[in-house]
């Protein structure tokens, strides 16, 4: 998604309405590949008398990634505000800037930015995912309603002292 700013760069000062759609690529965090749809970006931009411009909105999207818990497909509505100020002529190179030459200002590592700020920490197919589940036919009943964390580190440390 691209930003005519040539209007707002012949009167500063003047805010100009804008809407869109911005794909992102898939991301991987933390080795984990998480699916981004299109975003839906919206809000204003305005030129200062520098020739910067300032671009304040929000973004709408949907993440997709294996659930933390239990390894389905899970997903995420993701939404973040942004403000931010676009430098005429900066270092496109530069992560700390957003740069920009020309008439036209690229909205896509902005919104790839604040997508990916917005993701959630973990991500789960419903908010009470049991997670794997294996099931030993000679382990006694477990209670239902019960979490028991390190159930798994109880079955290694019983089948330590067997052998």
Known sequence: MELDVSTALSQPGQEFP????????DQEIYGTIVKIDDCEVSGTF????????????QLRT????????????????????????FQRNGDPEDDEI???E??????????????VMALPIRFL????????????????PVETGKQYPFAGLRQLLDQMEEV
């Open 62 to 85: 949907t993440a997709h990634a294996p659930c933390a818990n239990c390894l389905k497909e899970a997903s995420a509505v993701v939404e973040n505000d942004f403000v931010e100020d």
């Open 125 to 140: 197919c419903r908010e009470d995912c049991p997670g794997l589940t294996y099931k030993d036919p000679d382990a006694a």
């Open 46 to 57: 305005m030129a200062d008398d520098s020739g910067n411009i300032n671009v304040k909105g």
């Open 98 to 100: 957003f740069a920009y």
């Open 18 to 25: 804008f809407s869109g759609t911005q794909a992102i690529a």
């Open 102 to 115: 020309g008439h036209t200002v690229s909205m896509s590592k902005l919104v790839m930015s604040y997508a």
